[in-house]
């Protein structure tokens, strides 16, 4: 069974930074693409950053410029570094990974930017 564990939220100052860590517990290769979604308190998930097997990189457009995606292949591990954070990127931020027969989720972490 697939593991993915989140860690790095927290409470940050309006442009401040974070990252975010999403550690899987099998091969990131067996993935088509590994994922960052966040949800807003009373709002839909939405997707923020995804890198695929072949490291293309994909962004919402609110969050441009401002993070990155990356990956470790020998620690199993994604990233989502965050920079200039705003109060709109608060949020419970979701690592999600998929193949062709199943996706998986992590547990979330909360990401609070608040002065």
């Known amino acids: 069974q697939v593991q993915l564990v989140e860690s790095g939220g927290g409470l940050v100052q309006p442009g401040g930074s974070l990252r975010l860590s999403c550690a899987c517990s099998?091969?990131?290769?067996?993935?088509?693409?590994v994922a960052w979604y966040r949800q807003a308190s009373g709002q839909q998930r939405e997707l923020v950053a995804s890198?695929?097997?072949?490291?293309?990189?994909n962004y919402a457009y609110s969050v441009k410029g401002r993070f990155a995606i990356s990956r470790d292949i020998g620690k199993n591990t994604v990233y989502l570094q965050m920079n200039s954070l705003k109060h709109e990127d608060t949020a419970v931020y979701f690592c999600?990974?998929?193949?062709?027969?199943?996706?998986?989720w992590g547990q979330g972490t909360q990401v609070t930017v608040s002065s």
């Open positions: 099998g091969n990131i290769f067996v993935f088509n693409a």
């Open positions: 999600d990974a998929d193949t062709f027969t199943a996706e998986y």
């Open positions: 890198i695929s097997r072949g490291r293309s990189t």
